[in-house]
């Protein structure tokens, strides 16, 4: 794709027809007036499609981005090539996507952070799992590292897999462990698939984690698969 191509106004869309104009205002009229979460999906897409495409109806355009990836998040979180399949994001657009995705992210992890136990915030570290790894198109496996405080110290990605399997090495898990001085572990990752249910051997590499991990002192809290839909506790399932 050329630099930028899908980010000109397009045919129709010049100066001299202007129709959009009257619904933009009234649209950012209504955001500063109820805030975004009285807005439908398109409708704050369409915000932030402005910001990057200033002279183009973007109305349409947020309803196609919807239609092919299905929801808000799942726009955010599509990869670049992907985006590209979409008539009218060019290089420059996809990118202001990516950055407004990295923000959301960055934000998701400011809440598990500081000095409130991260146990005080389940939802809020599934909303930072969820914005990290739900879209992702390959496994990954990440640990939450723990003080004795269930403060976090560290956030890690751990391994990188396939579509269906990420390698787990208990030993590495725990020397990681040691070596950071953590007293917990949140082990989380990601069913590109979208369905969150553990397989047997999510479960069996989770026991074997927890069982070298007990005798150091070193608690597991529990094991969290992230799906596009929803998320799986092996803990609230009672498989650990």
């Excluded at 990605?157 to 399997?165: C, I, K, L, N």
């Excluded at 590499?205 to 698969?225: E, F, Y």
Aim: net charge neutral; with cysteine; hydrophobic share 40%.
């Amino acid at each position: 794709m050329s630099g930028g191509a899908g980010d000109s106004e397009g045919p129709g869309l010049s100066e001299s027809q202007p129709h959009y104009l009257g619904h933009r205002e009234r649209l950012r009229e209504r955001f500063l007036a109820v805030g975004g979460d009285a807005l439908q999906d398109y409708e704050l897409l369409e915000l932030l499609l402005q910001q990057m495409l200033p002279r183009r109806d973007t109305k349409a355009l947020a309803k196609q981005l919807l239609q092919k990836f299905g929801t808000f998040a799942a726009v955010l979180g599509a990869p670049r090539q992907r985006l590209a399949e979409v008539k009218g994001l060019g290089e420059v657009s996809i990118t202001h996507l990516k950055v407004i995705q990295a923000s959301a992210q960055r934000y998701a992890r400011g809440q598990i952070e500081g000095d409130a136990p991260i146990l005080s915030s389940w939802s809020a570290l599934l909303d930072y799992c969820h914005s990290q790894m739900a879209y992702e198109t390959r496994e990954q496996f990440r640990i939450l590292f723990l003080d004795k405080k269930n403060k976090l110290i560290a956030d890690e990605v751990q391994q990188r897999g396939t579509v269906d399997h990420t390698p787990v090495y208990t030993r590495e898990v725990i020397a990681r462990a040691l070596e950071l001085s953590a007293t917990a572990l949140i082990l989380v990752h990601n069913h590109p698939s979208g369905d969150p249910a553990p397989s047997s051997a999510d479960v069996q590499m989770t026991r074997a984690i927890s069982d070298v991990a007990k005798p150091l002192g070193i608690t597991l809290h529990d094991h969290l698969i992230i799906g596009r839909g929803g998320h799986a506790s092996l803990r609230s399932l009672k498989l650990l």
